[in-house]
């Protein structure tokens, strides 16, 4: 983090405060202009009049009442989110979720129709939000909590990164044996199954499944791309790096206050719109042995955010946006969570891309997802202005 100290002994850094303040214990003013802004570790706007020494409970006025509203407004804005590509992707037929009921899924949008390229489109554009997250939202403010004056000096100064790194690889050794089983699953199934298709012993059969998703983008009479079982297993992991940072996320914004809190709040109410979409767009990929399961995953990103603001009410009183206890907690969670979403997003972009279907996909299509891709990287970093 750069740092650069002032004449009245006060350590500031670039649109982010530290926890020394100025000598008469108010936090530097930012250069930049607007309400103040109070996150954990951190600010934006202009805080030159508020306290924010280190362990200051009350940061700003608080209004209880609109507060417990926005447990509602992110719990509808969540919902809304991850719930649109799941009524949009697929229906079930049935009541009871065999592998035979869900060959039988129809989606409600026909190949190649307006609506199928709206999920296409979407689909990418979730995982732009994906890597955008990781990096600009998680990753950076693991090292800003680390960084600040207020947890002390650090013995190994990486330890947002080092946190992220041990994400990572924990995350790729779950995923890899969970992908084993996945695999030696697919043996025990018949030859004409989908995860077989994918995974052929013949040449032929794998040029010739090639050019069926390449000319139309689809198989098994489905209206999605060729997805495998162990893509299940994968975006369950994707859910858990979201939901850890979610609850964090909902706790601060459920205790925070002061003048600025409003753009906090629709700040981040967009933040879990994109979120949620993203997610909904990979879960309504998916086949379930349950058919209530992606309505369950969804219905957890729906509910994560607002309980994480509901604790937050319920403990403003005694709560430190920059006490050592909440910054390294959020540190701790928001480094482990940009280390497992930046493994689902590269695992995202090679099925999709490096060893998926867009590989030998005819270029228009190519450019729309690359398109859809930087979209949404640009769409969450822009919010990171704020949050």
Not at 358 to 380: D, E, N
Request: charged share 10%; glycine share 12%; hydrophobic share 45%.
């Amino acid at each position: 983090m750069l740092a650069t100290t002032d004449t009245s002994g006060g350590l500031t850094d670039i649109s982010h405060w530290d926890c020394t303040g100025n000598v008469d214990g108010s936090a530097a003013q930012d250069s930049s202009s607007g309400a103040c802004i109070i996150h954990v570790g951190h600010s934006h706007g202009d805080c030159s009049g508020i306290d924010t020494s280190c362990g200051v409970a009350s940061l700003g006025t608080y209004n209880q009442g609109l507060h417990i509203g926005a447990i509602f407004i992110v719990l509808v804005t969540s919902g809304i989110g991850v719930m649109i590509p799941l009524f949009s992707g697929r229906r079930r037929s049935g009541s009871t979720a065999t592998a035979a009921k869900l060959a039988e899924s129809k989606p409600l949008f026909s190949q190649n129709s307006f609506w199928s390229s709206v999920f296409f489109i979407a689909k990418h554009f979730g995982t732009g939000i994906i890597l955008s997250t990781a990096f600009i939202h998680l990753l950076f403010h693991g090292f800003v909590m680390f960084n600040n004056e207020c947890v002390g000096e650090l013995a190994f100064e990486a330890t947002a990164p080092a946190i992220a790194l041990a994400a990572f690889f924990v995350t790729f050794l779950l995923d890899f044996c969970g992908g084993r089983y996945f695999h030696n699953q697919e043996g025990t199934e018949t030859p004409g199954s989908l995860e077989k298709a994918t995974t052929p012993d013949s040449p032929d059969l794998l040029a010739a499944n090639t050019r069926a998703l390449e000319e139309h983008g689809h198989c098994h009479g489905h209206g999605f791309e060729m997805v495998g079982k162990d893509q299940h297993w994968q975006v369950m992991i994707l859910e858990v790096g979201i939901i850890f940072h979610s609850i964090m996320i909902g706790v601060t914004l459920g205790a925070g206050g002061g003048e600025g809190w409003s753009t906090l709040l629709i700040v981040i109410v967009f933040h879990q719109f994109f979120e949620g979409l993203a997610l909904g767009a990979r879960i309504a990929l998916l086949d379930f042995n349950w058919k209530w399961t992606p309505w369950a995953m969804g219905l957890a990103f729906t509910l994560i955010t607002p309980i994480g603001i509901a604790i937050g009410v319920g403990v403003h009183e005694n709560f430190s946006a920059n006490g050592k206890a909440p910054l390294l907690a959020v540190g701790i969670l928001n480094s482990i969570s940009a280390g497992i979403l930046l493994y689902t997003a590269a695992e995202l972009l090679s099925t999709d891309f490096t060893a998926g279907s867009l590989l030998r996909a005819k270029m228009s299509r190519v450019f729309t997802a690359l398109a859809a891709l930087i979209a949404g990287m640009i769409c969450m970093s822009v919010l990171g202005k704020w949050a």
